[in-house]
T-cell receptor, first 111, second 112 residues
Framework: AQSVTQLGSHVSVSEGALVLLRCNYS??????LFWYVQYPNQGLQLLLK??????LVKGINGFEAEFKKSETSFHLTKPSAHMSDAAEYFC?????????FGTGTSLTVIP | DAGVIQSPRHEVTEMGQEVTLRCKPI?????LFWYRQTMMRGLELLIY????????DSGMPEDRFSAKMPNASFSTLKIQPSEPRDSAVYFC??????????FGPGTRLTVL
């Protein structure tokens, strides 16, 4: 079985500060891991994904995430937050034929 | 490719009315998924199809919800009768590989 836990339903950062959104997963099979972003009044957009190979994955808009098997984590980071990063972020794990989503983290960027 | 198409984008209805949400998957994709997103529960998988056949509907909340996929290019999610607690954003996604799903823009449903 698979599951995802996102720590912190709301995260606030100052513009230019580091963004860190936490995601831990559990999976009985080698996981595929994903981060999605949802901007206000828009649908889901894939930010980045880990399948196999390099554990540090780079995505769009300067985001990256590192798969750490020993910690069962897939935290999302961005060195410098921009106002346009304000959105809802979802971590997801896939196994078998299904996706399992976290409950989401709402990111606020303070000017 | 136009991507996954969902209609309508917004739906406002009154309690007790029937609501039908529509989805056109990406051509050639043989998996289709329906999700519901609420503030309280985040994203939930309702049902998914493979080759037009429902595979897992364990996420469908009640008998008021039903989903069909009459052909490879069209699926519907129906709520009858609708209730205010059904208000949510409903996403459709399609894929060749269920691990790599492509999401539609969603339908925002408001039940008054």
């Amino acid at each position: 079985a698979q599951s995802v836990t996102q720590l912190g339903s709301h995260v606030s950062v100052s513009e230019g500060a580091l963004v860190l959104l936490r995601c831990n997963y559990s999976s009985s099979v080698p996981p595929y891991l994903f981060w999605y972003v949802q901007y206000p009044n828009q649908g889901l957009q894939l930010l980045l994904k880990y399948t196999t190979g390099a554990t540090l994955v780079k995505g769009i808009n300067g985001f990256e995430a590192e798969f750490k098997k020993s910690e069962t984590s897939f935290h999302l980071t961005k060195p410098s937050a921009h106002m346009s990063d304000a959105a809802e972020y979802f971590c997801a794990v896939s196994g078998g034929n299904q996706f399992y989503f976290g409950t989401g983290t709402s990111l606020t960027v303070i000017p | 490719d136009a991507g996954v198409i969902q209609s309508p984008r917004h739906e406002v209805t009154e309690m007790g009315q029937e609501v039908t949400l529509r989805c056109k998957p990406i051509s050639g994709h043989d998996y289709l998924f329906w999700y519901r997103q609420t503030m309280m529960r985040g994203l939930e998988l309702l049902i998914y199809f493979n080759n037009n056949v429902p595979i897992d509907d364990s996420g469908m909340p009640e008998d008021r919800f039903s989903a069909k996929m009459p052909n490879a290019s069209f699926s519907t999610l129906k709520i009858q009768p609708s209730e205010p607690r059904d208000s949510a954003v409903y996403f459709c996604a399609s894929s060749l590989d269920p691990r790599r799903q492509f999401f539609g823009p969603g339908t925002r449903l408001t039940v008054l």
